[in-house]
């Protein structure tokens, strides 16, 4: 999948439906300002069994097939503006075919259908699965872009060893577009504290800010020394993470997260920060960056 030079190249999927535009716009704008090749990707059947008595579906049929690939072509061929557009079909449901296609991509980009939480449980949702297991950089676009190149990246700063790619990701992007960082740190600790009543005292709650300042203050430190002309604001805030983050999201091009703010049993009871946004309506992409390695 890499280009002649090395480049690895953007991922998008082909969604015929109006919903699949806004991704298709954000891809073509990110590949031409990496000068790198667009891949526009369209699945071709699904991997798993419909019902308990029905075996693995087949592929659909050439004529469907061929007219998905041409349609594809002469979408993206409407919109190149002289961005190299490659258009591929695999046989696979839309997220094995993005997922697989992430192994050699610099990134994928992936729109989202509107559907209740409890929906997406129970019938699975493209975007949410390329989001958890992709192997590469994953942004969500959900709706038409309106912030400018130079408006500010939210990052969620959780002081995790993975949240250093997320944290690389935000600032190097920043650089580029020449736009400032917003770091959000939330903590809490019984209830947000917009929320009344505490078991905790004054002294308790002073110092637990004071160690949250001290998480966002060292997750910062090496970026900012890195980066010296991005401007950095730093929010702290007692709230739960998802909440804060979309609390600074306004006028915001981006949301950056790491895919993994918690680990094992915490994680478990305080759920993904990457999911709790992605269920979200959002006023910007969500980029969900994994570790490396």
């Known amino acids: 999948m890499e280009a002649k030079d090395g480049r690895r190249p953007i991922v998008v999927g082909y969604d015929s439906s109006s919903a699949g535009q806004p991704a298709f716009d954000w891809a073509l704008q990110e590949a031409e300002r990496r000068h790198v090749p667009l891949h526009l990707m369209v699945s071709r059947g699904v991997l798993y069994a419909a019902a308990p008595t029905v075996g693995a579906a087949s592929p659909w049929p050439y004529d469907i097939t061929g007219e998905l690939v041409e349609e594809a072509r002469s979408f993206a061929a409407s919109r190149a503006a002289g961005v190299p557009i490659v258009t591929e079909s695999a046989f696979g449901s839309p997220a094995s075919v993005l997922l697989n296609a992430s192994r050699e991509a610099a990134m994928v980009v992936v729109g989202r259908r509107h559907h209740t939480v409890v929906g997406e449980a129970v019938a699975g949702s493209t975007s949410a699965q390329v989001v958890a297991h992709a192997s590469c950089p994953v942004v969500v676009v959900d709706q038409e872009l309106h912030a400018a190149p130079d408006a500010p990246i939210v990052v969620a ?55 949250a300042q001290a998480v966002l203050d060292d997750a910062l430190s ?71 390695g």
């Open 157 to 211: 700063v959780d002081g995790s060893p993975s949240n250093g790619a997320a944290l690389a990701f935000a600032f190097e992007r920043a650089a580029a577009l020449k736009a400032g960082i917003v770091a959000v740190h939330a903590w809490w600790l019984d209830v947000p504290g917009r929320v009344g009543g505490s078991w905790l005292s004054e002294d308790q709650v002073g110092e637990w800010r004071k160690s």
């Open 222 to 292: 090496p970026w900012a020394e890195k980066f010296p002309d991005v401007s950095v604001r730093r929010v702290l805030t007692r709230d739960l993470p998802v909440d804060a983050v979309l609390a600074e999201a306004q006028g915001a091009q981006l949301i950056v997260v790491g895919s993994r703010g918690h680990g094992g049993f915490a994680g478990l009871l305080v759920g993904s920060v990457s999911q709790g946004l992605l269920h979200h309506e959002r006023p910007c992409p969500l980029a969900v960056v994994h570790p490396e």
